[in-house]
């Protein structure tokens, strides 16, 4: 269903990101000059002042530096209740993004500040994939273990 | 008031205005923000021939001419806007307050005026937002296609983190709650006059983007506030006292985005920090000096992390600060006597920069003895802007 959707606004400075999220990668803006790492992208490297951008991909894992349980109003295309993180990634900068399946049925979160993600891609059509994330040690019932992987 | 320097004490705010507050007005934004502005030059006694400047908001949806248009302004010489939703509130004042010290003009208004309960609704998930064509476009990229676009979900992600770092406690931002409320309850102009609530009031309300309740978020509202501004000299000659302006003050912070500034290490409001400092600096006061305070407060949990960033206790310490009734009319140090956002009306911040004048005037419902300045700030989370009001 794309219906209501919110697509995202890309530009020269951003493209980059969103065809690599349509080709399963999640990728972060790096300074071809110093190697600096920079998210959200954007035309100048902040450490080094060079235009000479490149990405890496990330390994697709993070750390749950803050979240929400966003239950009203509506989001267009989503159903609600949905959980938002801010993701640490491994390589150091932060994402904003959806972690799935972390609302037990009865409405509550199932997610904590410090708990391990994985990243996954939800493609909604030909022109947009997004990234969404998941807990890394899938819940057993009740039980929450997140597993340290670094 | 302070001996001039610089831009303290140049100006002062002498004339306030404002319609109704509402859920409907029933008339456009522009009618609105005109019939605030007669308000406002009707209480100090001049008239639309003395006005040379008008400034607002760069989201205010009637501009400066059409404003002067059914004004029946026969020329202007200073117009502006201020950009960051309502982080422009304090700055529409700052603007007036140098263009008035550089002579540019002589007697400028600031207004704000909208439906923002019967039209566009600002709580609601904003499509316009995500999709506008510039940088704040591209920066909303980042998150609104992720499901994070209100303003209540960008401040409880900041809410949240704040909790595990210092370990405040949904009560503490409740505390703000009852004390708007409680304010409002005595003021016949807010929309919950007669309506207070308690903090189990505030608990049992339905969740609305954890770990914010209903009564953590502040109203929609129709309705328009109007401020003139004139020279300190010319303000002492008119009908009301002025509300002298002893600094005003704008702060964007490192990695600066609007409602998202997620990407610096502490999240935060530092930008608060760079407007308290810039009020600090041109009064030569400090928090000590302030007697209340009028703190923006579209959602509780950015009340105490300004405390925090303006100096009045340190960086966790608000939940403490706010605790026992401290920042209620009888309490040590009062904030947002007319109720606030949450309980008088949600103005952009523009109502509370009138309350400020009220208490230096000695006319707030429920007036604090002794005011000789106080602080007004405007909207938290994007870049922002203060005022230090003094009598």
Partial sequence: ?150 | MIAPNGLSGRAAIAGIGATEFSKESGRSELQLSVEAVQHALADCGLTVDDVDGLTTFTMDTSSEIAVARELGMKEMRFFSRINYGGGAACATVQQAAMAIATGVADVVVCYRGFNERSESRFGQFSVAAATQVNTNGLDNAWSYPMGLGTPAATVAMQATRYMHEYGATSEDFGRVAVADRRHAATNPNAFFYGRPITLEDHQSSRMIVDPLHLLDCCQESDGAVALVVVSAERAADLKQPPAYITAAAQGSGADQFVMTSYYRSDIGIPEMGVVGRELWRQSGLGPADMRMGILYDHFTPYVLMQLEELGFCGRGEAPGFVADGRIEVDGAFPLNTHGGQLGEAYIHGMNGIAEGVRQIRGTSVNPVAGVDHLVVTAGTGVPTSGLVLSA
Wanted: hydrophobic content about 35%.
């Fill in chain 1, 1 to 150: 269903m794309t219906a209501g959707v919110i697509r995202p606004m890309m530009g020269r400075d951003s493209q980059f990101f969103w065809d690599g999220t349509a080709a399963g990668e999640l990728r972060i803006q790096q300074c071809n000059a110093c190697g600096a790492l920079r998210f959200p992208p954007g035309p100048t490297c902040v450490e080094c002042g060079k235009f000479d951008r490149g990405h890496v991909v990330a390994a697709g894992t993070g750390t749950v530096f803050s979240y929400v349980v966003h239950r009203y109003p509506p989001v267009p295309g989503k159903e609600l209740p949905i959980v938002i993180a801010l993701v640490d990634l491994d390589e150091g900068v932060r994402m904003v993004g959806e972690v799935v399946d972390a609302v037990s049925d009865s409405g509550d979160a199932e997610i904590e500040i410090g708990m391990r993600l994985r990243v996954d891609y939800r493609r909604i059509d030909d022109d947009l994939t997004l990234p969404i994330w998941r807990l890394d040690t899938p819940r057993t019932s009740a039980t929450r273990r997140p597993k340290e992987t670094r």
